[in-house]
């Protein structure tokens, strides 16, 4: 006779087994869905895909957030864990040259997330094929529209994921060697906030500029002040990043002109630094306009997407379930946002890294880069790490309190 957690050790192995069987699937599936990427809340051929394989898995679908599908696959107990994969792509010319490379003109999957949405197909063969022994309920989210598109915002708004219990995503990253899985307990990701400022001033003649209020250099003084709220009033200890990413005014060289603007980015991992720099860029703005004699206004033009802070119980709980794949590391904290983090208003939620950089085969290419490309070689892995999550944390009574 064997023992429970024979029992459960030897699923692990089943599925780890199954992931590797399903090797070329995944990576045919990939090398599809990177042939025809399709941007933010376009995802219609990618979904459509996606539906058809989950259907003939036994899976009940829905759609969600316009172009996301959700499919469901329904355990013997009442726990529901949920697994996410984005599904867009970016506006980006590939130079990749790879025998895969994108059929359409200008769009691209720069980012990696044709490898998320194999990697989770392939987990929902594995889960299928050991549906008698899941302890619960798994819902996989496809969802559209990461790349600046709040999709995750939208996919929480459904009724679908009221009563998960936790919620489990992964990056393919560039930043870590092949193979390595990453999992880091407390912050990961920073919050997004993209703002522009507009100054207005008074134009006229280069030569005269006492007849004019110049706001170039109004919007000069105005970039320098900006930086010292970082390097003098944020502590070292708090991440904390403000870039200015466009200046734009004038057209002639001989004429002072009337509106200068800019635009940029502040990233934060706490909220409240992220307000304090906020609060204060405002308080700048408006100080410097009124001793340069301009008129300024300062706009927060898109939605804040807010850091993605990891459960800390879940990291250490992946952190043991995924050591028997080998190679779990903990992974340096990074700027880049990820709209994975509005899943945390309905469940425990933790987001992880599989790294894909790969010197030998020249894969070191940074994401958002014409010539990103993954590691094709880590989606098995991928697909293992997800159904292992997902098997484990369901057969986890201490975990599902
Ligand atoms: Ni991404």
């Known amino acids: 006779m064997i023992t429970e957690e024979e029992a459960v050790n030897s699923i692990d192995e089943k599925i780890i087994k199954t992931a590797k069987d399903l090797k070329s699937y995944i990576i045919d599936k990939r090398r599809d869905f990177h042939m025809h990427p399709e941007l933010k809340f376009e995802e219609k051929r990618t979904s459509g895909i996606v539906s058809k394989e989950l259907i003939s898995l036994g899976f009940d679908i829905s759609k969600v957030a316009d172009t996301g599908v959700i499919g469901i696959l329904k355990g013997k107990d009442s726990r529901t864990v949920a697994l996410r994969a984005d599904m867009d792509a970016l506006p980006i010319k590939e130079a990749t040259g790879k025998s895969y490379t994108s059929k359409v003109e200008g769009k691209m999957h720069a980012c990696g997330h044709d490898g998320h949405i194999a990697m989770l197909l392939g987990a929902a063969r594995i889960l299928s094929s050991i549906r008698e022994n899941l302890n619960g309920t798994v819902k996989l989210i496809f969802q559209p529209a990461e790349e600046g598109g709040w999709g995750a915002e939208k996919v929480v708004e459904s009724s679908l994921l009221d009563n998960i219990d936790a919620i489990f995503g992964m990056h393919l990253w560039a930043n870590l060697p092949s193979g390595a899985i990453g999992v880091k307990p407390g912050p990961l990701m920073a919050s997004v906030d ?146 994975f983090s509005f899943y945390a208003r309905k469940a425990k939620t933790l987001f992880l890294f599989l790294g894909i950089r790969n010197e030998e085969k020249g894969i070191i290419f940074p994401h958002h880069h014409p010539k990103f490309d993954i590691d094709e070689d880590v989606l098995d892995k991928g697909s293992a790490i997800y159904s292992l999550f997902a098997y484990q944390y369901l057969a986890n009574l201490d975990l599902r309190k």
Do not use: W
């Open 194 to 339: 993209s703002f522009k400022i507009h100054l207005k001033g008074k134009g006229g003649h280069a030569a005269e500029p006492e007849k004019t209020i110049d706001p170039i250099s109004a919007l000069v003084d105005m970039v320098n002040a900006y930086q010292k709220i970082i390097s003098r009033e944020v502590s070292t200890f708090e991440p904390a990043i403000l870039s200015i990413t466009s200046i734009d005014s004038g057209e002639a060289f001989n004429v002072i002109p009337e509106n200068a603007y800019m635009l940029g980015t502040v990233r934060a991992v706490n909220l409240d630094v992220r307000n304090f720099i906020i609060k204060r860029m405002k308080e700048i703005t408006k100080g410097y306009a009124k001793a340069m004699n301009c008129s300024a206004q300062f706009e927060i033009f898109a939605k804040t997407s807010p850091p993605v802070i990891n459960d800390e119980n879940l990291a250490l709980f992946a952190k043991s379930v995924l050591s028997s794949l080998g190679n779990v590391v903990e992974p340096k904290m990074t700027m880049i946002g990820e709209d």
